[in-house]
């Protein structure tokens, strides 16, 4: 296996986990997109019922888990789509008993000074779309839907633009220590010095 940072050679090349670059997974990426942790956001759990829990689902750069998290981040994009301020659903970690999502609902921040949204309420929104989403009595893994019930487990509202730690949870865990948060006018973004057109970075060239 050639692959590096958690990379799964597939025969014909390299299947590269989030944020890693190269034809062996080898680098890190010049730049990592953080926007949406600009925004609030609510915790949330699911409990797919049709799906039983296997060892792999751990592993989050294995092909198992990365198919599960495909598949539940495009059905929760249909589901939540039409509630006011969703941007994206990230999965947090899977658990057994049938597989336990834990998952986080981005919601895109205020624009200019707007004040930012009753996240009860939109909670609420959000539970009633899952809960009231159509759920086949048979699911097949191929057809894309899963069958799950869905329960509110917190509230964020993320701060701390500055810290490094806030990049760390992003970036491969090889390089994790060399990136940093920059800011711009619509973006947050995780760079490193060999990032371009950034204030203080340097040619690194190929290395």
């Known amino acids: 296996d050639p692959c590096q940072n958690g990379g799964h050679w597939t025969g014909t090349f390299c299947l590269c986990p989030p944020n890693t670059d190269g034809a062996r997974c080898q680098f890190g990426a010049s730049t990592i997109n953080i926007t949406a942790e600009l925004g609030p956001s609510i915790l949330m759990l699911a409990r797919v019922t049709n799906r039983n829990f296997s060892e792999d689902l751990r592993d989050t750069s294995s092909p198992t ?3 599960f998290v495909d598949e539940f981040s495009r059905m929760m994009d249909r589901i939540y789509h039409n509630v006011s301020g969703y941007s994206s659903t990230r999965v ?3 658990t057994r008993g049938s597989v336990v999502v834990n998952y ?3 919601l895109h921040p205020p624009a200019g000074d707007k004040p930012t949204p009753d996240l009860h309420r939109r909670a609420r929104e959000l539970l009633d779309a899952a809960n009231a989403a159509a759920q086949p009595r048979n699911c097949s893994h191929s057809a894309g839907r899963c069958q799950a019930s ?3 487990s917190g509230t964020s509202l993320t701060g701390g633009f500055s810290s490094p730690e806030l990049c760390r949870k992003y970036a491969p865990a090889n390089f994790s220590r060399y990136y940093y948060p920059y800011r711009t006018q619509n973006s947050l973004l995780c760079i ?3 990032t371009l057109n950034v ?3 340097i040619n690194c060239n190929n290395g």
């Open 65 to 67: 888990y990365r198919s």
């Open 92 to 94: 947090l970690t899977l």
């Open 104 to 106: 986080k609902v981005m």
């Open 150 to 152: 869905h329960r509110r």
């Open 192 to 194: 490193t010095n060999c």
């Open 199 to 201: 204030p203080g970075s």
